[in-house]
């Protein structure tokens, strides 16, 4: 039996947070999750959802706001999915962050290591460099957004208070265009209909951008469009149009074919120039990027003649950072236009003690191993579900003196540092970087020493 049931209406102090964001009220020890509060508070809220080991509810009554509270800036925050924790001021989403980074390393994983404070941004908003935009006919217009919370239902925005600027500009203009060209638009639930999404990304100081149509077919429909875009917008140097056909949640389909310019823009980070193109992993806020990275090289304390791998590497954009103080890069990625991308990169940077290998973590390394690799440095970033268990069990056979690993999920962090612990390896403290700001999202770095 629970001490509490759908729709009853009750009071209580927020004690915690949870991963998401979440505040955490306790009844009789039971835990509700309701967003939207902070800790602290005190709220009168509805049950409403009733699992066995926890709830669900809704503040319906702030009786103590707390101190850190602030009125979202988005008028959007109550209905898009994009932000998490506007609520909280950005002092408040700090706390958050370190909180939550802190309980998975200690609570969960019982490692004891100290948390850094969170490496924060100046201004917290108008960062994001890639918006994936989503399009829906509805009520005789095309509109263009983001998903509701757990949905796919598009709430129709015309600005965003964490992408940049250049790509709210863009976003109505192609949204009007859109509907003055009547564009025929992609509809899920028949999988008819033809343009999916907008992608658009930018380079730091926005000299270069690229808007990426996604269809379901090939059909070009863009020309008048992209003619007056690209009069507007001088700075977009590169369009393409991806083909998706497939019933899919992927965004991307397998093919990019270039319309206009180039099919890559180019940024730079730390000094080092990448070309990025369209389907290749890039790290979406760039000055957080740059105090990211040089954390992690500072924490390598490279002499200058390391062999490094570079593993789940992208366009290659750590190794190259630290290029210039190691004897050797080896890169991998499992995405084949990353690999070209970071192949590209490295000569563009005349970067020429760099070699990439195009496959899974957990293969090639295992093919490096058997071939006599010897790595000083490792450097791992992979995407959410953390490393496989046999890529951590080549790590460990290769046995290099620093990992350095980078990772935007504290609890597969947690989990794979547990594993390295076990296998001999000591745990530097964790600095969490606010990689993205109003999310409940969370990067960390840390460093792994041989003991
Ligand atoms: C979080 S991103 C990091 C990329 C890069 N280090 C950076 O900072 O831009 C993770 C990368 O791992 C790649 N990836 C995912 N699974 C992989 C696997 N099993 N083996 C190798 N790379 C993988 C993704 O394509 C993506 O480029």
Redesign the pocket.
Known sequence: MTPVKKNDYLTATVEDYTHEGQGVVKVDGYPIFIPNVLKGEEIEFKVLKVNQKFGFGKSEKLLTPAANRITPPCPYYYECGGCQIQPLNYKEQQAFKKGTVDKSINRMGRLDRETMDVMAMENPFNYRNKSQIPVQFKDGRIEMGFYRPRSHNIVDIDNCIIQKDIHNKLMLFIKEQFNREHVSVYDEALHKGLVRHVVIRSNHDDSEVQVAFVTNGKKNIFSNIINEMIEAFPMVTSVVQNINDQKTNVIFGERTITLRGKDYITDTLLGKDFRIRAK????VNHAQ?EKLYQKAIELADLKGDETII??????G??GLCASDKARKIIG????QS?VEDAKENAKLNGVDNAEYHL????QVMKKLVSEGINPDVVFV???RKGC?PEFLESLVEVQPEKIIY?S?NPSTLQRDLKYLNAEGYDISPVTPVDMFPQTNHIESVVMLEKQ
Request: glycine share 8%.
């Open positions: 290749s992993f890039y790290q990027t570079d593993t789940y590497c992208g366009i954009t750590i991998i990625e499992v995405v990353a496959g899974k973590s957990e970033d992979p995407p496989h980078v935007c």
